[in-house]
């Protein structure tokens, strides 16, 4: 539960309209460093948000709280990569393993921004870019629990179901086809090939149907009996609305 409501503290601070540019990745640095200090952990790869950027906080399996590198909106996706192969000496192949990453989530934001980029104005391929980001998402929801993992879906998910409704408009988050410098377009189809090759390239597989006498809740992705009068007044299922509606 603590964990929960820093999250949503954090999250609230993100959308804070009054919030201004910088103001967010500050106290994240902040909040992280502080964390780490009190719990006595030392993460080993800490990404410091650079100003603007609203990434998500991730956990390490030490139980340290880290700033994502590449998760959230504002990233500095390009700069990030090249830091990222930097750091493993130049080497694309090192800088792309997982362990380079604190959380499955920061490798798959990593190609969904590469693919919003690759792909802005082609709509349908920004569609397909979202549904491979929910399919990798539900494997490391399985592997890492929701703290890491469900504030980036419910996001993606949200955004997807409003485009579907028709409240948001699919062209607006496709954006204008981009031109992308040269050498940026290599690197990102590089990664991309590369990624895929790893399984990042999954489409998300058709839904199960549902079993009989089980409603879904669309926004908790789970099946529940249909006697459950009391799902949706459970603070879970309240956070997640008040996460998918904040993003
Ligand atoms: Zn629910």
Redesign the pocket.
């Known amino acids: 539960m603590e964990r929960e409501l820093v999250v949503e503290k954090l999250i609230s601070l993100k959308n804070n309209g009054q919030s201004g540019k910088g103001f967010y990745d500050k106290i994240v640095n902040k909040v992280v460093s502080l964390y780490n200090k009190v719990k006595g952990k030392k993460p080993a790869k800490n990404h410091i948000l650079k100003d603007g950027e609203k990434h998500a906080v991730f956990k390490t399996k030490d139980g340290a709280l880290v700033g994502a590198k590449f998760a959230g909106p504002g990233s500095k996706t390009y700069d990030n990569l090249k830091e990222l192969i930097k750091e493993n000496g130049g080497d694309l192949t090192k800088a792309l393993r997982s362990e380079n990453f604190a959380s499955d989530i920061d490798k798959i934001s990593l190609i969904h921004d590469i693919r919003y980029d690759l792909f802005a104005g082609d709509s349908k391929k920004i569609r397909e870019a979202d549904q491979k980001y929910i399919a990798k998402a539900k494997e490391a929801r399985k592997v890492e629990g929701n703290f890491n993992t469900l504030p980036a879906m419910a996001g993606i998910k949200a955004k997807m179901i409003g485009e579907d409704l028709g409240i948001l408009n699919k062209d607006k988050f496709s954006g204008k086809a981009k031109v992308l410098p040269e050498d940026e377009r290599i690197l990102y189809e590089d990664v991309v090939r590369r990624l895929e090759q790893e399984g990042y390239g999954k489409q998300r597989p058709e839904r199960t149907r549902i079993p009989m006498n089980k409603v879904e809740?669309k926004?908790?992705d789970?099946f529940i009996s249909k006697k459950n009068k009391t799902?949706?007044g459970s603070n879970?299922?309240i956070l997640?609305v008040k996460i998918a509606n904040e993003k």
């Open positions: 809740c926004v908790c789970v799902h949706k879970k299922h997640n």
